[in-house]
């Protein structure tokens, strides 16, 4: 990556050097593009539909549709989430990132899952959660 960053950057010297003054607009906006292209687009992107399965295997024994089986007003529905959810309520976080921070992190008596699941699966997971919970499906 920071390979690419000088790469990108010697291009865009050499661009410089380019009298044609058009050229070089055209240049430095094609590296602009390319830059933007290769940074701009998330390593991947959430997905709900894995997340299911993730919420199945993980939560489901405590959180079965949408519920809390330990702390019983702390479901997943929106409204409990807005009340509880750290990150959520302040609105610091999107309803994503908060839900990802607390199943990396665990809270109380539910137990943390970073290293136990990798970020991709998390992060599944949260925009599956985030996905029943705004659009009231549980
Ligand atoms: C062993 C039971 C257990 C498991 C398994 C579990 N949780 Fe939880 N979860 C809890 C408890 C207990 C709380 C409340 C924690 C607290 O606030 O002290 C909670 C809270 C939450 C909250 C915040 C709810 C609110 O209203 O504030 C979210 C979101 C959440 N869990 C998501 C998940 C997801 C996603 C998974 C699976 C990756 C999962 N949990 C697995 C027990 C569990």
Known sequence: MVDYI???TNIFCEELKE?????????IALTVLATVFTFGA???AADAAAGAQIFSANCA?????GN???MPNKTLKEAALKNFLAGYKDGSKSLEDAVAYQVTNGQGAMPA????????AIANVAAYVADQAQNDKW
């Open 6 to 8: 000088k790469h990108l």
């Open 19 to 27: 009298e044609n003054p058009l050229k070089k607009l055209l240049a």
């Open 42 to 44: 998330p390593a991947f």
């Open 61 to 65: 024994a405590c959180h079965a549709g």
């Open 68 to 70: 809390n089986a330990v």
């Open 113 to 120: 899952f970073g290293g136990r699941l990798s970020d991709e």
